[in-house]
């Protein structure tokens, strides 16, 4: 109820211009009275002209701002369906997907054949919920091959499971189930075995 009443106010004459102009104005005439201290103090010729004219360029920007910024919170431009920002857009501008691709960080923990310890903590391409389906499916016996884990409704992109498994291979997590033929793909070693189960308690 809070919020509506919120957004009720700035429908009226005071948030929409008496604010806005006030801003400016305000802002306007602090940019010149400091400007002719300045242009005084260097002795600048037309010092009141330049200092009157910065000022009232100082207002005319900050006026145009709270325009847009009223404009968007007033969502006007889809009562109307006008681009009255001028942003392109119809509304709120949608965020630019992030061009980073997506990580997980994940940990590794080994125990040596003397029985010490340790854990290793690093990124791998994709979520975790792709990372779920992938441990559920080798552990089941799925082939760790692009043919099984790429293209329409699988989780990976033939880039990113490329990515994958050139990650894992490094890890120590997975090796060829052939030495002599690589299209039988790849298997889990010891270490990816249970890295894989530990994924699926998480």
Same mark, same amino acid.
């Given at each position: 109820?809070?919020?509506?009443?919120?957004?009720?106010?700035?429908?009226?004459?005071?948030?929409?211009?008496?604010?806005?102009?006030?801003?400016?104005?305000?802002?306007?005439?602090?940019?010149?009275?400091?400007?002719?201290?300045?242009?005084?103090?260097?002795?600048?010729?037309?010092?009141?002209?330049?200092?009157?004219?910065?000022?009232?360029?100082?207002?005319?920007?900050?006026?145009?701002?709270?325009?847009?910024?009223?404009?968007?919170?007033?969502?006007?431009?889809?009562?109307?369906?006008?681009? %009255? &920002? +001028?942003?392109? $857009?119809? !509304?709120?501008?949608?965020?630019?997907?992030?061009?980073? *691709?997506? /990580?997980?960080?994940?940990? %590794? &923990? +080994?125990?040596? $054949?003397? !029985?010490?310890?340790?854990?290793?903590?690093?990124?791998? *391409?994709? /979520?975790?919920?792709?990372?779920?389906?992938?441990?559920?499916?080798?552990?089941?016996?799925?082939?760790?091959?692009?043919?099984?884990?790429?293209?329409?409704?699988?989780?990976?992109?033939?880039?990113?499971?490329?990515?994958?498994?050139?990650?894992?291979?490094?890890?120590?997590?997975?090796?060829?189930?052939?030495?002599?033929?690589?299209?039988?793909?790849?298997?889990?070693?010891?270490?990816?075995?249970?890295?894989?189960?530990?994924?699926?308690?998480?």
């Amino acid at each position: 109820m809070e919020q509506s009443n919120n957004k009720a106010f700035l429908h009226t004459l005071g948030a929409a211009a008496w604010v806005p102009l006030a801003q400016a104005l305000i802002t306007g005439a602090m940019v010149t009275v400091a400007l002719i201290f300045f242009m005084i103090a260097w002795n600048v010729r037309n010092w009141f002209t330049w200092s009157l004219g910065i000022g009232l360029v100082t207002a005319l920007v900050v006026w145009v701002y709270s325009m847009r910024h009223w404009f968007n919170l007033t969502k006007l431009e889809l009562l109307t369906g006008l681009d %009255l &920002n +001028r942003d392109g $857009a119809i !509304g709120e501008a949608k965020p630019a997907p992030s061009s980073e *691709p997506q /990580t997980v960080k994940v940990t %590794l &923990n +080994r125990i040596s $054949a003397d !029985g010490h310890f340790s854990g290793e903590y690093f990124d791998l *391409p994709g /979520t975790m919920d792709q990372m779920k389906l992938l441990a559920d499916g080798l552990l089941n016996g799925t082939p760790f091959t692009e043919r099984e884990w790429t293209g329409a409704g699988k989780p990976y992109s033939a880039a990113g499971f490329r990515d994958l498994r050139k990650e894992l291979v490094r890890r120590g997590l997975i090796e060829l189930a052939s030495e002599k033929d690589a299209r039988q793909g790849y298997v889990l070693t010891d270490d990816g075995s249970q890295f894989m189960a530990g994924l699926l308690e998480k």
